[in-house]
């Protein structure tokens, strides 16, 4: 099945320095992997769509300059937040969907990326 | 941006009782998901139930549509002690990007 590899799992950093998460669909091609962002004891938040090739598209309310999405290849999406403070500490997810999946499939998401910044 | 409500927010239950948690949506869609993350880790997809069915089985799972009131509902029969997680609903409203919006979650606890 599909399988969509993300790390690092956690990270701590220092305020003030950038982090890069990667994310990868590992035994398909994906033009569109998502980026989302979950607060403890909270559901998720669409950050933003991440497209091959082409410039993320960013949910409202989210700076692209502080968290900037690259989609080099299909099979790559990298989220780097920059200049990270305390409060960019939160659990990030990336997904994607195998459009040769058949329809019933649904999403494939990465084990997610726990990020402190002290 | 957060989609619809889900409810009831935590629920706990005894093993072998069944689970019912209930989801709410604000615009059309194209597909309903419901997934599962266990604390700390990421979602596991359950189930698609798409805008022209009205409800589906999978294993101990059972899932109803109702798009006139924009609700959805995911039983979980027989719990056991190991369907202990958080469950999301999650709209696809189709277009162009086709992106997920997930609901606020139940935390179920099953205890065994």
């Known amino acids: 099945g599909a399988v969509v590899s993300q790390h690092p799992s956690r990270v701590i950093c220092k305020s003030g320095t950038s982090v890069k998460i990667e994310c990868r669909s590992l035994?398909?091609?994906?033009?569109?992997m998502f980026w989302y962002r979950q607060f403890p004891k909270q559901s998720l938040m669409l950050m933003a769509t991440?497209?091959?090739?082409?410039?993320?598209?960013?949910e409202q309310g989210v700076e692209k300059d502080k968290f900037l999405i690259n989609h080099a290849s299909l099979t790559l999406s990298t989220l780097t937040v920059t200049s990270a403070h305390p409060e960019d500490s939160s659990f990030y997810i990336c997904?994607?969907?195998?459009?040769f999946g058949g329809g019933s499939k649904g999403y494939t998401f990465g084990s997610g990326t726990r990020l402190t910044v002290v | 941006s957060q989609q619809g409500e889900e409810d009831p927010q935590a629920l706990s239950i005894q093993e072998g009782e069944n689970a019912t948690m209930n989801c709410s949506y604000k615009?059309?869609?194209?597909?309903l998901q419901w997934y599962r993350q266990n604390s700390g880790r990421g979602l596991v997809h359950l189930i698609l139930?798409?805008?022209?069915?009205r409800e589906k089985h999978s294993g101990r799972l059972r899932v109803t549509l109702d798009t006139s009131k924009k609700s959805s509902s995911l039983l979980i029969t027989a719990s056991r002690a190991a369907d202990t997680a958080s469950y999301f609903c999650?709209?696809?409203?189709?277009?162009?990007?086709?992106?997920?919006?997930f609901g606020t979650g139940t935390l179920l606890a099953v205890q065994p």
């Open positions: 035994d398909f091609q994906a033009t569109t």
């Open positions: 991440s497209n091959e090739g082409s410039k993320a598209t960013y």
């Open positions: 139930i798409r805008s022209n069915e």
């Open positions: 999650a709209t696809d409203g189709g277009g162009a990007t086709n992106k997920l919006i």
């Open positions: 615009t059309s869609i194209n597909n």
């Open positions: 997904s994607a969907r195998d459009p």
